[in-house]
């Protein structure tokens, strides 16, 4: 068995990793001064961005909610792996051989890299099937739906055979044992012993936000299969449905720059949009769209104003519409403003391209209607508006919808549409919005009551909780300087400042650790922020995260060496005012006062020197 990795190669790896991009593929970041990104947090819930990357000392920090560390750190938290395996998989990544303690290079053979590992040797055996005579059922079945052979690679689509255990013997041969490829979700365990989970079936790879295949889904192919249509991956320690989304592997990087994502209902609905042009669709898998989908397509898509889109496309059935309903439950949670695009005659995506060709998919795209329009339909027909009682049961329904709105702007337009609906005059109207959403208000204030929890005792020290004085706010300064642009400041004034004391605590015990740390040894400065003792650490976190108030890199480093000098001219000022009142207390011609003025001479040459340097 190996030993632990070798500290050289840990460091190297890190060094070699870029975190940005790494971050970058689960949450959307955007430039957030000099030299650093920031985005949503992928750590709790919010609005606004308050999570910040530092790409060139590969360290992040949530402002929000305190969670830092460096690309190992991001790792083990998101994808739940231990410290190896979070060092293997950034090995793989950047090609680098890692060596081990007992001195040879050893395999993955932990726990979660075995179930990627294991699902990856699948998706590969199922594609090869795809080519089996066998496997006719399954070509002509995604042949007769508009998909070539080309779009099967593109996407993965595989096939798993009839029979027994042929994906089983299949990995046994690979080394996989039973144990792990049930924990994969890849086999069953039943009476009979152990036998394949997917048979007879078109098998589509479901693939985490980095491109890691973590389950499947399988459609029924065969009359005397007796399982449901579509058959998924159970609940595994990589696959949890409620979070994942078919397709965002492919669609994310469109997604983040376009702000934009297509809800649709499943995988070929997901292949025909993105052969359409329509590159940003995405999919459950085996669940109804939900909060937790919501909340990773918003980092994705850095979710944090009104001017981004998500489109929801749904039959018009009664089940579409449920869905409708669902999704408009949720659609609070988006920043962004949400459509629903509904195709005529009944078509999902994947009819209507084949029906109508690529040019239909992304026209029904650009006729999307607002979900607040489709919802308020939906409340109104069920009422009766020839009929006085009529409109006013349909106002009492659909008053709370548009109270609901949360852009001030778009409100009164609803108004004037709902008042065109019901054949209402707009006060009578705009009246009901304003009594529905005043119940609103103070529903939403007795739950935050009943729910209140007693706010927890502060202990940390942030950037915000600092006094506003001219001392502190130079201290502060330097220390993001030291943290950030330390390497860029003349090394005999950084060195200096280094060592000159702060007046703030909570920074002095910053600048101590900093102080402390070997200024030799790569990566330095997330060293001296991780040795920094508490309640303080945030603090430095902070520091070493939040932008740098330049506008260039090169105006940043210009900023850093000013206040480093700033911080050694007080320092020279407040021992000039000490020996000032020294200077007051002995006799003038004393051996004494000549010290003293030869020092304040030295003190004087030292500022000038500081100040025109």
Request: glycine share 8%; aromatic share 8%.
């Amino acid at each position: 068995m190996a030993g632990r990795i070798r500290q050289a190669d840990v460091d190297e790896v890190k060094a070699r990793v870029n975190i940005a991009d790494v971050i970058g593929e689960r949450v959307a970041l955007k430039p957030a001064g000099v030299g650093s990104m920031k985005g949503l947090c992928p750590f709790h819930d919010e609005r606004s961005p308050s999570f910040n990357v530092r790409p060139q000392v590969g360290y992040y920090h949530c402002f929000g909610c305190g969670e830092s560390g460096d690309v190992y750190s991001f790792l083990r938290a998101m994808d739940h792996v231990s410290f190896t395996e979070a060092v293997e998989r950034m090995a793989a990544r950047v090609g680098y051989t890692l060596h081990y303690e007992d001195g040879g290079a050893a395999p993955e053979t932990s726990g979660r890299s075995r179930l990627y590992a294991a699902n990856a040797a699948a998706a590969e055996y199922f594609r090869a099937q795809l080519m089996s005579p066998e496997a006719e059922t399954g070509r002509r079945f995604l042949g007769d739906r508009g998909f070539d052979a080309g779009a099967a690679a593109h996407f993965g689509v595989g096939y798993a055979p009839k029979g027994w255990s042929h994906l089983l013997d299949h990995l046994s041969a690979q080394k996989f044992t039973r144990d792990e490829l049930l924990q994969a979700g890849l086999v069953s365990q039943g009476q009979r012993g152990v036998y394949d989970r997917f048979r007879g079936r078109l098998v589509w790879p479901i693939r985490d936000i980095t491109g890691q295949v973590i389950g499947f889904g399988a459609r029924k192919l065969y009359d005397d299969d007796q399982g449901p249509k579509y058959l998924n991956t159970p609940e595994t320690p990589l696959y949890k449905k409620t979070q994942v989304l078919y397709g965002l592997d492919l669609a994310k990087r469109d997604i983040s720059r376009s702000h934009r994502v297509v809800v649709v209902e499943g995988y070929t609905d997901v292949m025909a949009c993105h052969l359409a042009g329509v590159t940003t669709a995405i999919a459950s898998c085996g669940t109804a769209f939900g909060s937790d989908h919501i909340t990773v397509l918003r980092r994705v898509m850095g979710d944090d104003s009104a001017s981004g889109e998500v489109v929801f496309t749904f039959d018009p059935d009664a089940a579409g519409q449920k869905a409708a309903l669902r999704a408009f439950a949720d659609e609070k949670r988006f920043a962004a403003q949400t459509y629903v695009a509904v195709a005529p005659e009944g078509l999902d995506p994947c009819d209507l391209r084949l029906q109508r060709g690529d040019g239909a998919v992304r026209a029904l795209m650009d006729a999307k209607a607002p979900m607040f329009e489709f919802v308020i339909d939906q409340r109104l027909k069920d009422f009766n508006l020839s009929s006085v009682e009529g409109r006013a049961g349909a106002l009492h329904a659909a008053a709370p919808i548009v109270a609901d709105i949360r852009d001030p702007a778009l409100r009164p337009g609803y108004v004037r549409v709902l008042a065109r609906r019901l054949g209402l005059d707009i006060p009578e109207v705009q009246s009901a919005v304003e009594r529905a959403a005043r119940g609103a208000d103070r529903a939403e204030k007795r739950d935050a009551q009943r729910t209140a929890e007693p706010a927890p005792i502060a202990v940390s020290v942030t950037m915000a909780s600092l006094p506003h004085t001219r001392d502190v706010a130079l201290e502060r300064g330097a220390m993001m300087a030291f943290l950030q642009y330390g390497h860029r400041i003349d090394p005999d004034i950084f060195l200096r400042a280094l060592q000159t004391p702060f007046g703030h605590p909570a920074l002095e015990a910053v600048r101590s650790a900093l102080a402390s740390t070997d200024l030799s040894q790569a990566g330095w400065a997330v060293t001296a922020v991780e040795s920094v003792r508490e309640p303080f650490r945030s603090l430095a976190a902070e520091l070493l995260t939040a932008e740098f108030p330049a506008r260039t890199e090169e105006g940043a480093v210009a900023s850093a060496n000013d206040l480093a000098r700033g911080l050694l001219v007080r320092e020279l000022q407040r021992e000039k005012d000490e020996l000032l009142r020294g200077i007051q207390r002995v006799p003038a011609d004393s051996e004494e006062g000549r010290r003293l003025r030869l020092r304040l001479r030295e003190l004087d040459a030292d500022r000038q020197r500081l100040v025109v340097s």
